[in-house]
């Protein structure tokens, strides 16, 4: 590459910008700097001969200019012409490849000074808001959120330039709200304090670090068994994924997916679980209730052909002989050490209950002869039998006087 090929009769060489550049040239230096930007004076009236056709100004050529393609250039309608740019004389200067795309060339530092004067009085502004927001607050906040307002308003800045950043401006800002789950802001500090772990990021593969304990898939991070089978599923921190899943909102969702399949195979394609989540939950919703008010006339129609309400309205049995409200203790032997002991029953029967007219309840009489219990009132011996009174008495005396 160090000659031209023979096809490429140029007369000079080529390739400059990769050759060792000439000391004898002056170039441009680090403060040397031209206008950009600057025009030269009011724009032209007319179009003038050698202007740019797009725009009308004299400083550049049409292919050089640097606003939008118009769709009937200046040249034609002779409107809107702009004025010249300067094109400073460089005085023999050559500038290089970075030097002519130098981004900060004929930059202004008293030009920062408007972005700072911008951000003081949006931070003025910020200041004011919270000390408003602070006024609101409840009486448990405000001693804390006015300190730190106060050390706001004494914090000295620089003139030039900010120490401070945005990202620092809105953690300060947000300090004064409730601590996020896993970190804690210090406000006085503007420090952020986060945890390393916490509950919800311990690995399934921890609970039990037996090898022949529940297997667990790296690949979907999944463990369908309980990694400790001992420990009841209620009471374990992790049950396995086949728990999980069957519990909180898993079975309603199934049930909104089951809907969803069963009215496709009705032909109603208008629900989808996925598609239509909103539309689905509002059909289902709707079905449910039509089918407890179907149940619930149901029951009301049996009920009045039938009977049978007062049957809902009794107290369980449970309710009746179960627990009390009477406060006992117990020594190591079983005996009573305060409070008043229960009442053993004496039969698991219902007692002083009668039925069928009777006068006295089964148990009451002994047949000697036949070696049965039955009711004093009418010495019969067959059970839930209906009440002779004296007459049965008197019958089954001379039955007995007949066969001996």
């Not at 096809?7 to 680090?30: F, I, N, V, W």
């Not at 002779?78 to 060339?105: F, M, S």
């Not at 916490?198 to 090898?211: Q, V």
């Not at 679980?273 to 049996?302: C, D, G, W, Y």
């Amino acid at each position: 590459m160090a000659q031209v090929p023979w096809y490429m009769s140029t007369g000079d060489s080529t390739l400059e910008h990769q050759r060792k550049p000439d000391e004898g040239k002056a170039h441009a230096g680090l403060d040397d700097w031209y206008v950009r930007g600057q025009r030269a004076g009011p724009a032209a009236k007319k179009f003038r001969k050698g202007a740019c056709e797009n725009c009308g100004a004299m400083s550049h050529k049409t292919k050089e200019c640097m606003e939008r393609p118009r769709k009937r250039g200046a040249r034609w309608t002779g409107k809107d012409i702009r004025p010249d740019e300067v094109v400073q004389d460089l005085g023999g200067l050559k500038y290089d490849y970075d030097a002519k795309r130098d981004r900060w060339n004929g930059y202004d530092p008293a030009m920062h000074r408007e972005v700072v004067e911008r951000h003081e009085a949006i931070e003025e502004e910020r200041r004011r808001l919270r000390e408003e927001q602070v006024d609101q607050q409840a009486a448990t906040d405000v001693g804390a959120a006015k300190k730190i307002a106060r050390k706001d308003k004494t914090r000295a800045r620089d003139d030039d330039f900010e120490s401070s950043s945005s990202d620092e401006e809105d953690e300060e800002k947000y300090a004064d709200k409730a601590d996020m789950v896993g970190q804690k802001i210090d406000a006085d500090k503007r420090i952020t304090v986060r945890n390393l772990r916490i509950r919800e990021d311990r690995a399934k593969y921890l609970y039990n670090l037996n090898p022949e304990s529940a297997y667990y898939d790296p690949k979907t991070r999944s463990m369908r068994e309980a990694p400790d089978p001992s420990v009841r599923a209620e009471d374990a921190p992790y049950a396995g994924d086949a728990f999980e899943r069957g519990r909180g909102d898993a079975a309603s969702m199934q049930e909104l997916q089951m809907f969803a399949w069963q009215a496709e195979s009705r032909g109603n394609s208008m629900l989808h679980m996925q598609a239509n989540p909103t539309v689905n939950e509002l059909q289902f919703q709707e079905h449910r209730q039509k089918k407890e008010q179907r149940n619930e006339q149901m029951k009301q129609s049996i009920l009045e052909r039938y009977g049978g309400a007062e049957h809902f309205d009794a107290v369980p049995k449970e309710l009746l002989s179960g627990q009390s409200e009477s406060y006992v203790e117990y020594n190591a032997a079983g005996q009573v050490v305060r409070g008043q002991e229960r009442a053993r029953p004496r039969s698991r029967y219902e007692e002083d209950v009668l039925e069928n007219n009777h006068t006295a309840v089964w148990g009451s009489w002994y047949d000697l002869e036949a070696g049965t219990w039955g009711y004093a009132c009418c010495h019969n011996t067959v059970p839930h039998a209906y009440c002779t009174g004296r007459a049965g008495i008197e019958a089954a005396d001379a039955s007995k006087r007949g066969s001996a």
